[in-house]
T-cell receptor, first 114, second 114 residues
């Protein structure tokens, strides 16, 4: 399978704990995106990487959130001191280039903060 | 400012009926891209179509067809002879020139009843 993969698929954590999610994009794609989707809503953009450079962050990405893509391949999204409001589906996508190129999504990581 | 409106929150049809999902968008750009994605219960967003703002030709792919009308800022999606496997949430999305993210509508949940 050469699609976008994400790990874990599900995560349950207690409020205040840190969590980290991983995304492996399609191998030839140099663009990687993170989105968050809450119940009944469409995905909302969090951040985007071109190769290893994080080039854009939305206002949704608070100081407790950090994303990395150290070698321009896989990416991690860490949430520190989780809050109940962080409960959502976290989706990763990749594309060969921006400016309208299609973004292909992974299966997502569903986070529940108790 | 960009905006995508999917006014139909939920639609139910009986198998083999045709169904049209509406999408209305707002953008100040003259060059932009429109997308439709399908999100089945598994959660993964599946890409269906991308349309450039300069290409107003309608497109048909099997039982799926798309009607793009710039005059009314609409990009509607029709499923002909619906099947139970079409049951999912469908999202319309917009990407503006130079933007790195997709801007999604709130989705339409389609239920096809056998």
């Amino acid at each position: 399978d050469t699609g976008v993969s994400q790990d874990p698929r599900h995560k349950i954590t207690k409020r205040g704990q840190n969590v980290t999610f991983r995304c492996d994009p399609i191998s030839e794609h140099n663009r990687l995106y993170w989105y968050r989707q809450t119940l009944g809503q469409g995905p909302e953009f969090l951040t985007y990487f071109q190769n290893e450079a994080q080039l854009e962050k939305s206002r949704l990405l608070s100081d407790r959130f950090s994303a990395e893509r150290p070698k321009g391949s896989f990416s991690t999204l860490e949430i520190q001191r989780t809050e109940q409001g962080d409960s959502a589906m976290y989706l990763c996508a990749s594309s060969p280039e921006s400016g309208g190129e299609t973004q292909y999504f992974g299966p997502g990581t569903r986070l529940l903060v108790l | 400012a960009q905006k995508v409106t999917q006014a139909q929150t939920e639609i139910s049809v009986v198998e083999k009926e045709d169904v049209t999902l509406d999408c209305v968008y707002e953008t100040r750009d003259t060059t932009y891209y429109l997308f439709w994605y399908k999100q089945p219960p598994s959660g993964e967003l599946v890409f269906l179509i991308r349309r450039n703002s300069f290409d107003e030709q309608n497109e048909i792919s099997g039982r799926y067809s798309w009607n793009f009308q710039k005059s009314t800022s609409s990009f509607n999606f029709t499923i002909t002879a619906s099947q139970v496997v079409d049951s999912a949430v469908y999202f319309c999305a917009l990407s503006e020139t130079g933007a790195n993210n997709l801007f999604f509508g709130t989705g339409t949940r389609l239920t096809v009843i056998p």
